[in-house]
């Protein structure tokens, strides 16, 4: 065994308990700070939404999930486990490849039954404020605050030797600008305040973005829509209708809107609209941290961040985990937890503070040479075989095959082979057989 840190985490999660789980078993002492009053964060389904549907609004009532009631998971169970704890069926449970959210949060919550994390966790505690004690020393204040009564806040400070980030990155929602949206005069909502489709009955409807949110509204409102209009990037794209619909279409992307309501696209083509939903992702938002401008969100890109995961000059007294997109969430985020639990007791050394620097800023010159955006610093499409071998020599973890081979390019691959209706018409079980990666 070796050192052992007081850790704050920052979320409970997935994220958060996965943390939890390894901090505790390389001996850490742990408390998990967690808003709600259960675990399972935006798995948890929350039938409110924003008080501003766009969610631009500083002021607006907050709401942490971004569930719609008939999501379902857009990855096989089967890569949604952990090392050592498999998302299996339940008797009595959804039996489907693909299940619907309630039997992602029982999962989660079985998780964080079975390994004891439950009493780590101190529910209804919002932070409010992670910041060093001073500037010599590696230690971080977590100021919390619980509701008591109706009305009255009753905020806590305690000192931890280290602090890990883990507050998800799917409820501060990121719109589409174009000229006119100011004064257009329809609804706008952000996909983040979506639930169910009966607002949408007879309405003309234009959607934002090409994502898995965007595709599962579209599908579920365009029985009630009079019309949908799917906006989309890609150069050059002329307008089309949507195979598989009748009313709807897909446009390249919004050129400007009007005060009489239309939408102009690129390619010329006109819609009356009543509606516009941005399916267009999330920022990453972390209020509660004070570092003194160490660490930033530009454009969605934190940092510095070495690996996604710590700054280099407040390492290992800081990091995050849950970052990187276009990646399997679970398999990244519980090897990067792994990575820091390893850290902290000094069974892994880190780099040099020059050597971090060094490597993070090599990563930014290859998305330069990528033409990638700032905001695609933590995107893992081309990277993701690499960044999970890379954590699991860090943690000397021989992977199995599943987790070595198989990335969400992968599966995006294998899925687009089957329609928009791949969820039910998939068998996962018998695609990994005829591709080896089951023995039959």
């Not at 949110?213 to 990037?233: F, G, W």
Request: hydrophobic share 35%.
């Amino acid at each position: 065994m070796g050192e052992s840190y007081k850790v704050a985490v920052i979320g409970g999660g997935m994220a958060g308990l996965l943390t939890a789980k390894e901090l505790q078993r390389e001996g850490h002492r742990v408390t998990v700070f967690e808003k709600a009053d259960k675990v399972g964060g935006t798995w948890r389904y929350d039938s409110r939404v924003e008080t501003d549907p766009l969610g631009l609004d500083p002021n607006r009532l907050i709401v942490h999930s971004s569930l719609y009631r008939s999501l379902r998971v857009n990855i096989p169970r089967r890569f949604m486990g952990s090392l050592d704890y498999p998302f299996l069926e339940k008797e009595g449970g959804d039996p489907r490849f693909f299940p619907g959210h309630e039997e992602v949060l029982g999962f989660i919550e079985d998780f964080a039954r079975d390994f004891g994390l439950m009493e780590l966790i101190r529910f209804g505690h919002e932070v409010v404020r992670v910041e060093r004690v001073d500037e010599v020393s590696h230690e971080w204040v977590v100021e919390s605050r619980i509701l008591e009564g109706k009305s009255r806040w009753e905020s806590k400070e305690e000192v931890f030797e280290a602090v890990v980030i883990c507050n998800g990155k799917h409820t501060v929602p990121r719109i589409a600008e174009f000229p006119g949206r100011d004064t257009w005069p329809g609804l706008e909502l952000h996909s983040h305040n979506y639930r169910t489709p009966e607002q949408f009955n007879n309405k003309i409807v234009v959607v934002i973005g090409n994502g898995s949110s965007a595709a599962d509204i579209l599908k579920e409102i365009s029985p009630l829509a009079k019309q949908v209009h799917q906006t989309i990037r890609r150069p050059d794209f002329q307008s089309e209708r949507l195979e598989n619909h009748n009313n709807a279409w897909q446009h390249p992307r919004i050129e400007c809107a009007h005060k009489d309501g239309k939408i102009v696209f690129e390619d010329g083509s006109i819609v009356d609209a009543d509606i516009i939903i941005h399916c267009t992702g999330y920022k990453y938002s972390f209020p509660f941290l004070r570092s003194n401008g160490i660490v930033t969100v530009d454009d969605n890109r934190v940092g510095p961040l070495y690996q996604h995961v710590f700054p280099p000059s407040l390492a290992p007294w800081i990091s995050f985990v849950g970052l990187p997109f276009k990646a399997m969430p679970g398999m990244v985020i519980e090897l990067q937890a792994k990575w820091i639990a390893k850290v902290l007791c000094g069974k892994v050394k880190l780099p040099t503070q020059e050597e971090m620097t060094n490597s993070m800023e090599q990563h930014y010159y290859r998305l330069e040479k990528r033409g990638w955006p700032k905001h695609y610093t933590h995107n893992l499409e081309e990277d993701e075989f690499e960044y999970k071998a890379w954590l699991a020599a860090q943690s000397d973890l021989s992977l199995p095959e599943l987790w070595k081979e198989i990335t969400l390019s992968t599966l995006l691959k294998a899925r687009s082979d089957y329609g928009s209706n791949y969820r039910d018409t998939w068998d996962v079980d018998k695609w990994m057989q005829t591709n080896g990666f089951l023995k039959r």
